[in-house]
């Protein structure tokens, strides 16, 4: 059962999750660089090249603010801002090692409900700008969550039911001698992919895509922009680092100390994810959707029966 | 501090409420609403039902997104741009609202409500399964599935393309003819 973590860790939350972002981020700039301009020369030019979001983040900062002809801006500005407070409030039951700010007793039920909110968050940034191209980039961020939901939540309820708890700390005790992942590989799988459907990311990055001018973001400027952007990040990482201790046993492992695994666990998940980006094209939603329905909600549901079948024979 | 939050959520969500009716807007509309149930979520963790509390927040946060899709889409102006207003037949809403809350504003005041017997279980999760439920989760679950084939399935014979649209007259042909391309096996 996971620890309670004492008070000051609900400040450290938010700031390390940012610079966790932060630092996967300069990866990603890091290797977008490498594909745009080749390998860096110097260990000095790859800093810089790494060091690409944060300048991006002063810059908007610090740039005029664009405004679009009768926006709802108050809507926008909710838009934006509630994008990174979802992904905060999600990593509450997020445990490092075996304490998390808060171990809920219905920890998965809690991250899932935050995630919904990133729902709300995009289509509320993509309408309120009064942009048609930004307006398209939200509707799409709902019809993809529609696609991915619904195996999302059974991948994850299948991690509950091994543990038979909804406990984050209970279904990371229940891996300590075996790792979910062992015997959930499909669950681990659509939750994989749903986590970069749920940040947008990869090969589900159309609601943000090129062909939209940038989609659901792609008005917002200045600090809205940064948080909206950033939010994406951070439910990207929050995502990702769900996973270890969902299926990849938390901070359990050998030697090292707990926290330490799941730092390790975490960063191995998000370089597959930010790796993964760069390999495979945008999918279209409603090619993924069918994918979703006809694929892997069977096949969630039959991850779900073996695991309930194990459980019930124990 | 449970006092001061009660009342904090519980005025959030009645101002809400009546801004959902005040907006000239559906979207600040439809988000205003999902903000009062929201409150109302975080009302019921309150109550120490934490898992009910939750999944009110879960599920009415999904609904309202899909919702003001659907209310956008469907609105008599071009796409609900236009200013708007919730209230219709003011006087007789009026009326049926007046009435409505004095009756349950009676309810409230005249029924003998029972003193807490017992102690909150540990886990109220595990014991709100077991009232609903009691035994017959496996008739549920199977009722659960049972229900979501007919929809498939009703979904499935309304759909004015069939099979014979998409395979051809003798379902032989080897690649189904969709509008939409892409997905599985194609």
Same mark, same amino acid.
């Given at each position: 059962?996971?620890?309670?973590a ?16 932060l630092?996967t ?25 790494? +060091? ?7 810059? #908007?900062?610090v #740039? ?10 108050? *809507? ?6 509630? &994008?990174?407070?979802?992904?905060v ?14 171990? *809920? ?8 409900a ?8 995009v289509? &509320? ?9 930004? *307006? ?18 059974? +991948? ?18 229940? #891996?300590a001698?075996?790792w979910?992942?062992v015997?959930m590989?499909?669950?681990?799988g659509?939750? *994989? ?14 609601? $943000? ?31 990702? +680092?769900?996973?270890?201790p ?13 926290? +330490?695994w ?8 998000? $370089? ?27 096949l969630?549901?039959? #991850? ?11 | ?5 009660? !009342?904090?959520?519980a ?11 005040r907006f @000239? ?7 205003? /609403?999902?903000?009062?149930?929201? %409150? ?13 509390g939750?999944?009110?927040v879960? =599920?009415?946060?999904?609904?309202m997104?899909?919702?003001a899709?659907?209310m956008v =889409?469907?609105?008599?102006n ?7 207003? =919730? ?8 009326v049926? %609202?007046?009435?409505?809350?004095? /009756?349950?504003?009676?309810g409230i005041?005249l029924?003998? !409500?029972?003193?807490?017997?017992g ?5 109220p999760?595990?014991?709100?399964? =077991?009232?609903?439920?009691?035994p ?40 189904? @003819? ?9």
């Amino acid at each position: 059962m996971g620890e309670r973590a004492p008070l000051w860790a609900v400040l450290v939350l938010p700031a390390l999750l940012v610079g966790v972002a932060l630092v996967t981020a300069g990866f990603d700039a890091l290797l977008a660089a490498g594909a745009r301009y080749g390998r860096p020369g110097s260990l000095r030019e790859a800093a810089v090249r790494a +060091a690409e979001p944060g300048r991006q983040v002063l810059r #908007q900062l610090v #740039q005029q603010p664009r405004r679009t002809r009768a926006s709802d801006l108050p *809507l926008a500005r909710i838009g934006a801002a509630l &994008l990174p407070v979802a992904a905060v409030l999600a990593a509450v039951v997020l445990p490092l090692g075996f304490r998390s700010v808060s171990d *809920l007793p219905e920890g998965i039920v809690w991250f899932n409900a935050m995630e919904a909110l990133a729902w709300a968050a995009v289509w &509320l940034a993509g309408w309120g700008p009064n942009s048609t191209l930004s *307006l398209i980039g939200g509707y799409r961020f709902l019809a993809q969550g529609l696609t991915y939901e619904l195996p999302h939540m059974l +991948a994850i309820t299948t991690a509950a039911l091994g543990a038979e708890s909804l406990r984050v700390g209970q279904v990371v005790d229940a #891996q300590a001698g075996l790792w979910f992942v062992v015997w959930m590989p499909v669950a681990f799988g659509i939750y *994989l992919l749903s986590a970069m459907a749920m940040a947008f990311w990869g090969p589900f990055d159309q609601p $943000a895509g090129g062909d939209v001018a940038g989609g659901a973001g792609g008005e917002l400027s200045g600090a809205d922009r940064v948080l909206f952007l950033g939010g994406r990040w951070l439910l990207l990482v929050v995502a990702a +680092a769900f996973s270890v201790p969902l299926f990849l046993g938390g901070g359990h492992g050998p030697l090292l100390p707990g926290w +330490a695994w799941t730092v390790l666990k975490t960063a191995a998940v998000l $370089a597959f994810l930010v790796g993964v980006r760069r390999a495979i094209p945008t999918v279209r939603t409603e090619r993924y959707l069918e994918l979703a329905w006809v694929v892997l909600t069977p096949l969630a549901i039959v #991850q779900a029966l073996v695991v309930a079948v194990v459980v019930l024979n124990r | 501090m449970d006092v001061a939050v009660f !009342w904090v959520l519980a005025v959030l969500a009645v101002v809400c409420g009546v801004m959902v009716f005040r907006f @000239d807007s559906m979207a600040r509309a439809t988000f205003s /609403l999902l903000a009062s149930l929201l %409150c109302v979520g975080g009302l019921v963790v309150l109550l120490g039902l934490d898992y009910l509390g939750i999944v009110i927040v879960l =599920m009415m946060t999904i609904e309202m997104a899909i919702m003001a899709v659907f209310m956008v =889409m469907y609105m008599m102006n071009p796409a609900g741009l236009m200013p708007m207003t =919730m209230i219709h037949n003011k006087k007789g809403a009026a009326v049926v %609202c007046g009435l409505v809350f004095a /009756l349950l504003a009676a309810g409230i005041l005249l029924a003998p !409500w029972p003193a807490r017997r017992g102690r909150a279980p540990a886990d109220p999760t595990m014991e709100l399964g =077991m009232s609903l439920m009691g035994p017959q989760m496996l008739t549920m679950m199977t009722l659960g599935m049972a229900l979501f084939a007919t929809i498939v399935a009703t979904v499935v014979l309304a759909t004015r393309r069939g099979r014979y649209d998409r395979f051809g007259d003798d379902l032989r042909a080897r690649r189904a @003819d969709d509008p939409v391309r892409g997905g599985v096996g194609r």
